[in-house]
């Protein structure tokens, strides 16, 4: 398994006073985080937050786009974009001011790494080593979905930018690779690309678990398939580190709990399997 690769673009110089600006530009303490309640360290607002994950985003693609390795294979794109569109359109419902996100999912083509990954504004990317390794069906596949989704929801990029700003992360990461040309990034940018690789903490982790499988059952997606992706990936942890599990640390009674959840799930799957699901455009 690879690590996702650093970003391959440089920075111009400027971005070094960029990041300063950053520091000064973004600060805005702790807040109460409206889905979860929980205080959050917020030092990047969320609308920084997403502003930055835009840049930070295209910046993070463009190399396998140049590959022309992004949706490059038309079914897989439209399976992934269905369960995707079924399940943002539930996200919508339970934070409405989302509707107005530029919400986005890419395929990335790279059959060797088990990974995905959302950022602020939900921008969001699978890789198609995490499909197929793991074999998933579409219940699975909207698990995986609805637990980025919820990490999106949940403002978790823009603690953990703040976290990497924080900690002088972003700033390492741009000394680390030192003089740079093309695309200039902002700091905040930085910061949000710093993010996407950083750990979720174990209490990110359960609220994205909790809202994810929520969210893929209200879409009309089967809860106990939850357990069931988290046992696949442990299976795979025992021949190799997959990276989303470097992202997202699996604690040991995670499938106990989510079968738990499931329970509590199984009405809204149902409810959403008499009606019709709604659908939210994504890109
Ligand atoms: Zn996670």
């Known amino acids: 398994m690879t690590t996702p690769a650093a970003p391959r673009r440089r920075l111009a110089w400027p971005g070094a006073l960029m990041l300063l600006a950053a520091f000064a530009l973004f600060l805005s303490g702790c807040t109460v985080n409206p889905v979860t309640g929980r205080s959050q360290l917020m030092l990047v607002s969320e609308s920084a937050a997403i502003s930055a994950s835009r840049q930070a985003y295209v910046e993070m693609l463009a190399p396998a786009r140049e590959e022309g390795r992004i949706d490059s294979d038309p079914r897989v794109k439209q399976r992934v974009q269905g369960i995707t569109e079924r399940v943002v359109a539930q996200a919508v419902r339970y934070r409405p001011e989302t509707a107005e996100w530029d919400w986005e999912m890419s395929v990335i083509e790279d059959p060797d790494t088990v990974n995905a990954f ?130 997202h640390p699996a604690p040991a009674s995670r499938q106990r709990d989510l079968a738990a959840l499931a329970e509590q799930m199984q009405p809204l799957y149902e409810e959403a399997r008499r009606g019709s699901v709604p659908t939210h455009p994504v890109r």
């Open 118 to 247: 959302a950022m602020a504004g939900g921008k969001m990317a699978i890789y198609t080593g995490i499909i197929d390794q793991l074999e998933l069906d579409d219940d699975e596949l909207a698990q995986i979905i609805g637990h980025e989704i919820a990490h999106a929801l949940s403002a978790h990029s823009a603690e953990k930018m703040s976290v990497a700003l924080a900690s002088n992360l972003a700033l390492a990461t741009y000394a680390a690779t030192g003089e740079r040309s093309g695309v200039a990034l902002t700091g905040a940018a930085l910061a949000a690309l710093v993010a996407v690789q950083l750990p979720n903490s174990r209490q990110m982790e359960a609220e994205a678990d909790q809202i994810g499988i929520e969210l893929a059952a209200r879409a009309g997606y089967r809860p106990e398939a939850a357990a069931r992706l988290w046992g696949k990936m442990a299976e795979k942890a025992a021949a190799s580190q997959p990276v989303f599990l470097s992202t």
